[in-house]
Antibody, heavy 120, light 107 residues
């Protein structure tokens, strides 16, 4: 059974840092690109970042570029999101998602999400 | 980045109704369009990929159509469990942006 389990969320002050993790199981993690998507309280889904299967290619939404870093450790079947210079508008539930479908990419599995609260 | 615009933003309907949600892209993107359903407190669930392909396990009352810039999600006969928020997503360009969502409520 495919499982994605996020962790690392919590309360952080504005300007602070936090690292999220997404532990994957039930599939060959190193064969799949992975993504982070967030959802602010009461708002819609916002695409955050992507990483290729081998970690060599990364993408970021303009809203987080230069502040967030996506990475992965295929030996540990884990995806990461290092978040820095956090702002109030970064407060959200952060989901990791697996990309499948080849050229017609889609997110077929999602984690349960981890809440990041940015407040002083 | 490709901008995705859904309409309507919210919709009230009754069990048994036929419902259509529209998604428009800011540029042509062939059929690289996905639809997700999200219920409160839960992660999104994939319904339709590549504009019209039904994800395994999803009821056949859900269907998708369109290509280029205009896409639709149709629910042929609403069931109580279908009341949720629906999002489109483009996977044509590298930042797989989402529409703003359509909240489907019980009339």
């Amino acid at each position: 059974e495919v499982q994605l389990v996020e962790s690392g969320g919590g309360l952080v002050q504005p300007g602070g840092s936090l690292r999220l993790s997404c532990a994957a199981s039930g599939f060959t993690f190193s064969s799949y690109a992975m993504h982070w998507v967030r959802q602010a309280p009461g708002k819609g889904l916002e695409y955050v970042s992507a990483i290729s299967s081998n970690g060599g290619i990364t993408y970021y939404a303009n809203s987080v570029k230069g502040r967030f870093t996506i990475s992965r450790d295929n030996s540990k079947n884990t995806l990461y999101l290092q978040m820095g210079s956090l702002r109030a508008e970064d407060m959200a539930v952060y989901y990791c998602a697996r990309e499948d479908g080849g050229a017609a990419a889609f997110f077929d599995y999602w984690g349960q999400g981890t809440l990041v609260t940015v407040s002083s | 980045d490709i901008q995705m615009t859904q309409s309507p933003s919210s919709l009230s309907a009754s069990v048994g109704d036929r419902v259509t949600i529209t998604c428009r892209a800011s540029q042509s993107m062939s059929s690289y369009l996905n639809w997700y359903q999200q219920k409160p407190g839960k992660a999104p669930k994939l319904l339709i990929y590549a504009a019209s392909s039904l994800q395994s396990g999803v009821p056949s009352r859900f269907s998708g159509s369109g290509s280029g810039t205009d896409f639709t999600l149709t629910i042929s006969s609403l069931q109580p469990e279908d009341f949720a928020t629906y999002y489109c997503q483009q996977s044509y360009s590298t930042l797989y942006t989402f529409g703003q969502g359509t909240k489907l409520e019980i009339k």
